[in-house]
């Protein structure tokens, strides 16, 4: 559950550099989220949804992370 609670800050963290910077490294965010939905495959709807309404330009790489780290 830490963890949890850890990669959804995090993420909520990377989520809103988009507002101070023009572009975001959609490589890193993810990786970010594949370690996130591995840590906890219970919550990969929160994560992705999340994500994608922060990062819209990288929402193929986040789903495709979120595949990837659910197996």
Known sequence: ???TIYFAI???ALGSL???SAE???VKLSV???HAVAAEKS???EVVAAQVAANPGCACEVVKAAIEGVN
């Open 24 to 26: 975001v490294d959609c």
């Open 32 to 34: 970010s989220v594949k």
């Open 10 to 12: 995090m993420g909520l």
């Open 43 to 45: 919550s990969v709807l």
């Open 18 to 20: 988009p507002a101070f």
């Open 1 to 3: 559950m830490k963890k």
